[in-house]
Protein backbone atom coordinates (compact mmCIF):
# COMPACT_ATOMS: atom_id res chain seq x y z
CA UNK A 1 0.00 0.00 0.00
CA UNK A 2 1.35 3.42 -0.72
CA UNK A 3 2.47 5.00 2.22
CA UNK A 4 0.69 8.58 2.89
CA UNK A 5 1.09 10.87 6.12
CA UNK A 6 -2.02 11.26 8.44
CA UNK A 7 -1.16 14.04 10.87
CA UNK A 8 -2.39 13.36 14.27
CA UNK A 9 -4.05 16.38 16.12
CA UNK A 10 -6.06 14.76 18.76
CA UNK A 11 -4.95 12.00 21.09
CA UNK A 12 -8.25 11.04 22.19
CA UNK A 13 -8.88 10.25 18.11
CA UNK A 14 -6.44 7.21 17.75
CA UNK A 15 -4.71 7.57 20.62
CA UNK A 16 -1.15 7.26 18.91
CA UNK A 17 0.41 10.07 19.39
CA UNK A 18 4.56 10.34 21.04
CA UNK A 19 6.23 12.91 22.54
CA UNK A 20 9.32 14.07 21.83
CA UNK A 21 12.24 16.41 23.53
CA UNK A 22 14.56 17.84 21.82
CA UNK A 23 17.40 20.45 23.61
CA UNK A 24 17.75 23.58 22.06
CA UNK A 25 19.71 23.28 18.43
CA UNK A 26 20.08 19.88 19.29
CA UNK A 27 19.03 16.63 17.85
CA UNK A 28 15.82 14.49 19.04
CA UNK A 29 16.49 10.91 18.80
CA UNK A 30 14.50 8.07 17.04
CA UNK A 31 11.06 7.53 18.55
CA UNK A 32 10.58 3.30 19.09
CA UNK A 33 8.86 1.95 16.64
CA UNK A 34 9.97 4.37 13.60
CA UNK A 35 12.38 3.38 10.81
CA UNK A 36 15.35 5.47 10.52
CA UNK A 37 13.69 6.68 7.19
CA UNK A 38 10.10 7.68 8.57
CA UNK A 39 11.95 9.80 11.51
CA UNK A 40 13.78 12.12 8.76
CA UNK A 41 10.35 12.39 6.91
CA UNK A 42 8.61 13.39 9.83
CA UNK A 43 11.88 15.32 11.37
CA UNK A 44 11.95 17.17 8.27
CA UNK A 45 8.61 19.12 8.51
CA UNK A 46 9.14 19.86 12.40
CA UNK A 47 10.19 23.41 13.21
CA UNK A 48 13.38 23.62 14.85
CA UNK A 49 13.86 24.20 18.69
CA UNK A 50 14.96 27.92 19.26
CA UNK A 51 17.06 29.13 22.09
CA UNK A 52 14.92 31.32 24.33
CA UNK A 53 16.57 34.83 24.44
CA UNK A 54 13.59 36.51 26.36
CA UNK A 55 13.71 35.85 30.08
CA UNK A 56 14.49 38.66 32.23
CA UNK A 57 12.22 39.26 34.68
CA UNK A 58 13.66 42.60 36.67
CA UNK A 59 16.80 44.80 36.83
CA UNK A 60 17.52 45.68 40.23
CA UNK A 61 19.74 48.84 41.16
CA UNK A 62 20.71 50.01 44.79
CA UNK A 63 18.35 52.53 46.89
CA UNK A 64 20.99 54.74 46.34
CA UNK A 65 23.56 53.83 43.64
CA UNK A 66 26.23 56.34 42.87
CA UNK A 67 29.46 55.81 40.53
CA UNK A 68 32.44 53.25 40.56
CA UNK A 69 30.27 51.59 43.73
CA UNK A 70 30.47 48.42 41.57
CA UNK A 71 27.08 47.03 42.25
CA UNK A 72 26.60 43.36 41.63
CA UNK A 73 30.34 42.48 41.67
CA UNK A 74 28.80 39.34 43.70
CA UNK A 75 25.90 37.96 43.91
CA UNK A 76 23.76 34.76 45.61
CA UNK A 77 20.54 33.69 45.50
CA UNK A 78 18.01 31.25 47.82
CA UNK A 79 14.65 30.99 47.18
CA UNK A 80 13.39 34.64 46.93
CA UNK A 81 16.08 36.09 48.44
CA UNK A 82 18.97 37.63 46.88
CA UNK A 83 22.03 39.20 48.33
CA UNK A 84 24.17 41.71 46.20
CA UNK A 85 27.53 42.99 47.07
CA UNK A 86 28.85 46.45 46.45
CA UNK A 87 32.42 46.68 47.58
CA UNK A 88 33.01 50.17 46.29
CA UNK A 89 29.75 51.74 48.56
CA UNK A 90 31.27 55.04 50.32
CA UNK A 91 34.56 55.56 50.05
CA UNK A 92 35.16 51.42 49.77
CA UNK A 93 33.63 50.82 52.76
CA UNK A 94 31.51 48.44 50.88
CA UNK A 95 27.73 47.34 51.57
CA UNK A 96 25.53 44.38 50.15
CA UNK A 97 21.96 44.32 49.74
CA UNK A 98 19.25 42.42 50.38
CA UNK A 99 16.57 42.10 48.15
CA UNK A 100 13.27 39.70 47.89
CA UNK A 101 10.52 38.76 45.61
CA UNK A 102 7.10 38.67 46.93
CA UNK A 103 5.57 36.62 44.66
CA UNK A 104 4.54 39.56 42.03
CA UNK A 105 8.05 41.93 42.36
CA UNK A 106 11.30 42.18 43.91
CA UNK A 107 11.93 44.70 46.33
CA UNK A 108 15.32 46.44 48.30
CA UNK A 109 14.49 44.46 51.83
CA UNK A 110 17.98 45.79 53.57
CA UNK A 111 21.29 47.28 52.89
CA UNK A 112 23.70 45.50 54.89
CA UNK A 113 27.08 47.09 56.45
CA UNK A 114 30.02 46.26 58.89
CA UNK A 115 29.44 47.33 62.59
CA UNK A 116 33.06 48.32 62.65
CA UNK A 117 33.33 49.84 58.56
CA UNK A 118 36.37 51.59 57.61
CA UNK A 119 37.53 53.08 53.98
CA UNK A 120 39.09 50.25 51.61
CA UNK A 121 37.53 47.23 54.26
CA UNK A 122 35.95 46.12 50.54
CA UNK A 123 32.97 44.76 52.70
CA UNK A 124 30.91 42.86 49.34
CA UNK A 125 33.44 41.96 47.21
CA UNK A 126 32.01 38.26 48.04
CA UNK A 127 28.40 37.41 49.06
CA UNK A 128 27.11 34.60 50.04
CA UNK A 129 23.24 33.40 50.92
CA UNK A 130 21.48 30.28 51.95
CA UNK A 131 17.59 30.63 53.96
CA UNK A 132 18.18 33.51 55.93
CA UNK A 133 22.00 33.59 56.73
CA UNK A 134 24.10 35.51 54.80
CA UNK A 135 28.30 36.03 54.55
CA UNK A 136 29.95 38.80 53.66
CA UNK A 137 33.33 38.82 52.71
CA UNK A 138 35.76 42.18 53.19
CA UNK A 139 39.45 41.98 51.36
CA UNK A 140 40.51 44.79 52.67
CA UNK A 141 39.77 44.66 56.80
CA UNK A 142 42.68 45.67 58.69
CA UNK A 143 42.28 44.19 62.30
CA UNK A 144 45.01 41.81 61.72
CA UNK A 145 47.33 43.96 59.42
CA UNK A 146 47.18 45.72 56.02
CA UNK A 147 44.44 43.15 54.54
CA UNK A 148 44.13 40.41 56.43
CA UNK A 149 40.56 40.16 55.80
CA UNK A 150 37.07 39.02 57.27
CA UNK A 151 33.79 38.07 56.75
CA UNK A 152 30.39 39.05 58.50
CA UNK A 153 27.84 36.49 59.29
CA UNK A 154 24.22 38.18 59.12
CA UNK A 155 20.77 36.92 60.30
CA UNK A 156 17.23 37.66 59.22
CA UNK A 157 14.26 37.71 61.97
CA UNK A 158 10.78 38.54 60.23
CA UNK A 159 12.18 41.03 57.98
CA UNK A 160 15.30 42.24 59.92
CA UNK A 161 18.85 41.92 59.33
CA UNK A 162 21.24 41.77 62.22
CA UNK A 163 25.13 41.37 62.12
CA UNK A 164 25.72 38.21 64.07
CA UNK A 165 29.48 37.24 63.89
CA UNK A 166 33.22 38.31 62.41
CA UNK A 167 34.59 35.85 61.21
CA UNK A 168 38.76 36.18 60.93
CA UNK A 169 41.27 33.57 60.50
CA UNK A 170 42.80 31.47 63.84
CA UNK A 171 46.35 32.37 61.85
CA UNK A 172 45.81 35.46 60.11
CA UNK A 173 48.51 37.52 58.62
CA UNK A 174 49.04 40.70 56.37
CA UNK A 175 47.43 40.22 52.82
CA UNK A 176 45.63 37.00 53.05
CA UNK A 177 42.38 38.55 51.79
CA UNK A 178 40.45 36.32 53.92
CA UNK A 179 36.59 36.74 52.28
CA UNK A 180 38.39 36.98 48.77
CA UNK A 181 35.76 34.02 48.31
CA UNK A 182 32.45 33.16 50.44
CA UNK A 183 29.78 30.56 50.62
CA UNK A 184 27.49 29.10 53.18
CA UNK A 185 24.97 26.16 53.46
CA UNK A 186 22.73 25.94 56.48
CA UNK A 187 25.43 26.50 59.67
CA UNK A 188 28.22 25.48 57.38
CA UNK A 189 30.49 28.79 56.10
CA UNK A 190 33.70 28.28 53.86
CA UNK A 191 35.78 31.25 53.62
CA UNK A 192 39.03 31.16 50.74
CA UNK A 193 41.99 33.08 51.68
CA UNK A 194 43.77 32.44 47.97
CA UNK A 195 46.91 34.76 49.37
CA UNK A 196 47.80 32.41 52.45
CA UNK A 197 51.53 31.73 52.49
CA UNK A 198 51.70 28.80 54.25
CA UNK A 199 52.68 26.91 51.02
CA UNK A 200 54.47 29.24 49.80
CA UNK A 201 53.34 33.33 48.96
CA UNK A 202 49.95 32.73 47.14
CA UNK A 203 49.64 28.94 48.01
CA UNK A 204 46.23 29.85 49.25
CA UNK A 205 43.63 27.77 52.19
CA UNK A 206 40.18 27.79 52.78
CA UNK A 207 38.30 27.87 56.36
CA UNK A 208 35.27 25.68 57.49
CA UNK A 209 33.26 27.90 59.81
CA UNK A 210 30.03 26.33 61.64
CA UNK A 211 27.44 27.86 63.76
CA UNK A 212 24.29 29.13 64.59
CA UNK A 213 22.96 32.62 66.06
CA UNK A 214 25.90 34.53 67.02
CA UNK A 215 27.91 31.33 68.01
CA UNK A 216 30.22 30.81 64.90
CA UNK A 217 33.62 29.05 65.20
CA UNK A 218 36.32 27.59 63.08
CA UNK A 219 36.17 24.00 62.31
CA UNK A 220 38.72 23.64 59.66
CA UNK A 221 41.59 24.74 57.65
CA UNK A 222 41.66 23.39 53.90
CA UNK A 223 44.86 23.20 51.64
CA UNK A 224 45.47 21.47 49.02
CA UNK A 225 47.69 18.05 49.77
CA UNK A 226 49.93 19.37 46.67
CA UNK A 227 50.14 22.83 47.87
CA UNK A 228 52.63 25.04 45.97
CA UNK A 229 53.43 28.88 45.64
CA UNK A 230 50.96 30.78 43.45
CA UNK A 231 48.07 28.14 43.61
CA UNK A 232 45.39 30.83 44.52
CA UNK A 233 43.45 28.07 46.71
CA UNK A 234 40.63 29.64 48.09
CA UNK A 235 40.00 32.06 44.61
CA UNK A 236 36.93 30.06 44.60
CA UNK A 237 34.81 28.03 47.27
CA UNK A 238 31.51 26.38 47.02
CA UNK A 239 29.52 23.99 49.66
CA UNK A 240 26.87 21.94 49.88
CA UNK A 241 25.78 19.55 52.30
CA UNK A 242 29.14 17.46 53.76
CA UNK A 243 31.18 18.46 50.30
CA UNK A 244 32.95 22.00 49.70
CA UNK A 245 35.04 22.56 46.34
CA UNK A 246 38.35 25.25 45.97
CA UNK A 247 38.96 26.51 43.14
CA UNK A 248 42.96 26.92 42.36
CA UNK A 249 43.61 28.35 38.93
CA UNK A 250 47.26 29.06 39.20
CA UNK A 251 47.74 25.34 39.57
CA UNK A 252 50.37 24.42 37.10
CA UNK A 253 50.07 20.43 37.23
CA UNK A 254 49.28 20.87 33.21
CA UNK A 255 51.11 23.92 32.36
CA UNK A 256 51.45 27.74 33.70
CA UNK A 257 48.34 28.47 35.19
CA UNK A 258 46.13 25.08 33.66
CA UNK A 259 44.49 25.51 37.31
CA UNK A 260 42.42 23.06 39.20
CA UNK A 261 39.68 22.32 41.96
CA UNK A 262 40.21 20.48 45.08
CA UNK A 263 36.45 18.69 46.47
CA UNK A 264 36.84 17.98 49.99
CA UNK A 265 34.45 15.87 52.76
CA UNK A 266 32.87 16.12 55.97
CA UNK A 267 32.71 13.02 58.03
CA UNK A 268 31.74 14.13 61.80
CA UNK A 269 33.91 17.54 62.29
CA UNK A 270 36.95 16.06 60.21
CA UNK A 271 37.48 17.32 56.70
CA UNK A 272 39.73 15.40 54.08
CA UNK A 273 40.70 15.84 50.65
CA UNK A 274 38.55 13.75 48.35
CA UNK A 275 39.63 14.58 45.02
CA UNK A 276 41.87 16.84 42.82
CA UNK A 277 39.83 17.60 39.68
CA UNK A 278 40.96 18.78 36.31
CA UNK A 279 40.23 18.96 32.95
CA UNK A 280 40.42 16.36 30.72
CA UNK A 281 42.15 18.60 27.99
CA UNK A 282 44.14 20.91 30.15
CA UNK A 283 46.55 23.55 28.77
CA UNK A 284 48.51 25.96 29.50
CA UNK A 285 46.82 29.44 31.10
CA UNK A 286 43.48 27.84 31.07
CA UNK A 287 42.30 29.27 34.46
CA UNK A 288 40.42 26.25 35.25
CA UNK A 289 39.21 26.67 38.92
CA UNK A 290 38.80 30.65 38.12
CA UNK A 291 34.83 29.70 39.48
CA UNK A 292 33.80 26.72 41.12
CA UNK A 293 29.94 25.37 42.04
CA UNK A 294 28.71 22.24 44.02
CA UNK A 295 25.33 21.04 43.77
CA UNK A 296 25.24 17.23 45.41
CA UNK A 297 27.18 15.29 44.02
CA UNK A 298 27.55 17.61 40.47
CA UNK A 299 30.66 20.14 40.58
CA UNK A 300 30.82 22.73 38.08
CA UNK A 301 34.53 24.72 37.47
CA UNK A 302 35.11 27.61 35.26
CA UNK A 303 37.89 27.97 33.07
CA UNK A 304 37.51 31.62 31.64
CA UNK A 305 40.82 31.28 29.26
CA UNK A 306 40.29 27.93 27.56
CA UNK A 307 40.33 28.34 23.57
CA UNK A 308 38.01 25.74 22.65
CA UNK A 309 35.99 28.31 20.80
CA UNK A 310 39.01 31.00 19.89
CA UNK A 311 41.26 32.62 22.36
CA UNK A 312 40.25 32.82 25.34
CA UNK A 313 36.62 32.11 24.43
CA UNK A 314 36.00 30.08 27.70
CA UNK A 315 34.46 26.78 28.79
CA UNK A 316 33.09 24.97 32.15
CA UNK A 317 33.21 21.63 32.79
CA UNK A 318 30.76 19.82 35.08
CA UNK A 319 32.30 16.69 37.14
CA UNK A 320 29.87 13.91 38.39
CA UNK A 321 30.36 11.52 41.93
CA UNK A 322 29.88 8.04 42.07
CA UNK A 323 30.44 7.09 45.39
CA UNK A 324 34.29 8.50 46.33
CA UNK A 325 35.14 8.74 42.59
CA UNK A 326 34.64 11.86 40.30
CA UNK A 327 34.36 11.92 36.70
CA UNK A 328 34.52 14.63 34.16
CA UNK A 329 30.69 14.70 32.84
CA UNK A 330 30.59 17.25 30.06
CA UNK A 331 32.54 20.48 28.70
CA UNK A 332 30.02 23.50 28.16
CA UNK A 333 31.10 25.80 25.75
CA UNK A 334 28.77 28.46 24.54
CA UNK A 335 26.83 28.10 21.22
CA UNK A 336 28.11 30.35 19.08
CA UNK A 337 31.34 31.14 21.10
CA UNK A 338 33.19 33.97 20.24
CA UNK A 339 37.07 34.74 21.22
CA UNK A 340 37.93 36.62 24.30
CA UNK A 341 34.11 35.73 25.76
CA UNK A 342 35.93 34.66 29.20
CA UNK A 343 32.97 32.25 29.55
CA UNK A 344 33.50 30.63 32.85
CA UNK A 345 34.38 33.60 34.60
CA UNK A 346 31.67 32.59 36.62
CA UNK A 347 29.61 29.72 37.45
CA UNK A 348 26.40 28.16 39.90
CA UNK A 349 24.60 25.32 39.46
CA UNK A 350 21.36 24.19 41.46
CA UNK A 351 19.64 20.97 40.69
CA UNK A 352 20.28 20.31 36.79
CA UNK A 353 20.72 23.71 35.99
CA UNK A 354 23.85 25.70 35.58
CA UNK A 355 24.40 29.80 34.58
CA UNK A 356 27.41 30.27 33.05
CA UNK A 357 28.95 34.35 33.18
CA UNK A 358 31.13 35.68 29.74
CA UNK A 359 31.72 38.80 30.67
CA UNK A 360 33.20 40.04 27.65
CA UNK A 361 30.40 38.49 25.02
CA UNK A 362 29.74 40.94 22.48
CA UNK A 363 27.57 38.74 19.78
CA UNK A 364 25.33 41.14 18.65
CA UNK A 365 25.25 43.15 21.28
CA UNK A 366 27.55 46.33 22.65
CA UNK A 367 31.17 46.09 23.40
CA UNK A 368 31.80 43.74 26.13
CA UNK A 369 28.64 44.35 27.48
CA UNK A 370 28.43 40.39 28.41
CA UNK A 371 25.68 37.40 28.92
CA UNK A 372 25.05 34.60 30.89
CA UNK A 373 24.03 31.17 29.61
CA UNK A 374 21.86 28.86 30.92
CA UNK A 375 22.32 25.03 31.04
CA UNK A 376 20.16 21.72 31.41
CA UNK A 377 20.38 18.48 31.83
CA UNK A 378 18.77 15.53 31.04
CA UNK A 379 19.72 11.88 31.92
CA UNK A 380 23.49 12.38 32.04
CA UNK A 381 23.78 14.84 28.84
CA UNK A 382 23.90 19.03 29.59
CA UNK A 383 22.27 21.34 26.47
CA UNK A 384 22.44 25.19 26.33
CA UNK A 385 18.99 26.31 27.11
CA UNK A 386 19.09 30.12 26.82
CA UNK A 387 21.38 32.89 26.01
CA UNK A 388 20.44 35.92 28.74
CA UNK A 389 21.54 39.36 27.74
CA UNK A 390 20.13 43.01 29.06
CA UNK A 391 17.69 44.53 27.62
CA UNK A 392 19.20 47.91 28.12
CA UNK A 393 22.77 46.43 27.43
CA UNK A 394 25.34 48.75 27.03
CA UNK A 395 29.48 48.62 26.44
CA UNK A 396 31.64 47.75 29.33
CA UNK A 397 28.77 46.35 31.51
CA UNK A 398 30.14 43.10 31.29
CA UNK A 399 27.03 41.19 32.39
CA UNK A 400 27.84 37.53 34.14
CA UNK A 401 31.01 38.64 36.49
CA UNK A 402 28.80 37.25 38.88
CA UNK A 403 25.91 35.25 38.55
CA UNK A 404 23.37 32.89 40.79
CA UNK A 405 20.90 30.38 40.47
CA UNK A 406 18.12 28.74 43.02
CA UNK A 407 15.69 26.63 41.40
CA UNK A 408 13.64 28.54 39.02
CA UNK A 409 15.65 31.88 39.33
CA UNK A 410 18.57 33.05 37.95
CA UNK A 411 20.55 35.97 38.42
CA UNK A 412 23.38 37.99 36.64
CA UNK A 413 25.53 40.54 37.76
CA UNK A 414 26.80 43.59 35.82
CA UNK A 415 28.89 45.74 38.03
CA UNK A 416 30.14 48.39 35.21
CA UNK A 417 26.75 49.00 34.26
CA UNK A 418 26.02 52.72 34.87
CA UNK A 419 22.56 53.31 35.48
CA UNK A 420 23.28 55.41 38.78
CA UNK A 421 27.01 57.06 37.61
CA UNK A 422 29.68 55.09 36.00
CA UNK A 423 29.95 51.20 37.40
CA UNK A 424 27.19 51.86 39.93
CA UNK A 425 26.28 48.26 38.38
CA UNK A 426 23.17 46.68 38.17
CA UNK A 427 21.71 43.01 38.65
CA UNK A 428 19.13 41.22 36.13
CA UNK A 429 16.67 38.36 37.52
CA UNK A 430 15.92 35.91 35.09
CA UNK A 431 13.52 33.67 34.64
CA UNK A 432 14.40 29.52 34.65
CA UNK A 433 11.67 27.51 34.52
CA UNK A 434 11.74 23.67 35.04
CA UNK A 435 10.97 21.94 32.45
CA UNK A 436 12.70 24.46 30.18
CA UNK A 437 11.65 26.41 27.95
CA UNK A 438 13.51 25.54 24.73
CA UNK A 439 12.27 21.77 25.23
CA UNK A 440 9.20 21.01 22.30
CA UNK A 441 6.62 18.36 22.40
CA UNK A 442 5.62 17.52 18.84
CA UNK A 443 2.57 15.09 17.66
CA UNK A 444 4.18 12.77 15.48
CA UNK A 445 2.31 11.72 12.44
CA UNK A 446 0.61 7.91 12.23
CA UNK A 447 2.84 6.06 9.23
CA UNK A 448 -0.02 4.07 7.31
CA UNK A 449 1.04 1.81 4.62
Do not use: C
Not at 357 to 369: Q, R, V
Amino acid sequence: MQRKLVWLMMVLVLGLVAAVSAPAGGEAAVPAGLSAADWAQIKSQLPPPALVTELELAKLTASDPAADEWFSYSVSVSGDTAVVGAYGKDDDHGAAYIFVYSGESWSQQAKLTASDRMPTDWFGYAVAISGDTAVIGAIGDDDDGTESGAAYVFGRSGGSWTELAKLTASDPAPNDRFGHAVAVNGHTAIIGVPKDADNGAESGSAYIFVGDGANWTEQAKLTANDAAEGDLFGLAVSISGETAVVGAYGDDDDGVDSGSAYVFVRSGTNWSQQAKLTASDAIVQQTFGTSVAVSGDTAVIGAPLDDAGGIFSGAAYVFVRSGTSWSEQAKLTASGASPSAWFGRAVAISGDKIIVGAILEDTDSPHSSGAAYLFGRSGATWSQQAKLTASDAAALDQLGTAVAISGNTAIAGAPYAGEGGSASGSVYVFASPNPPISSYTVYLPLVVR
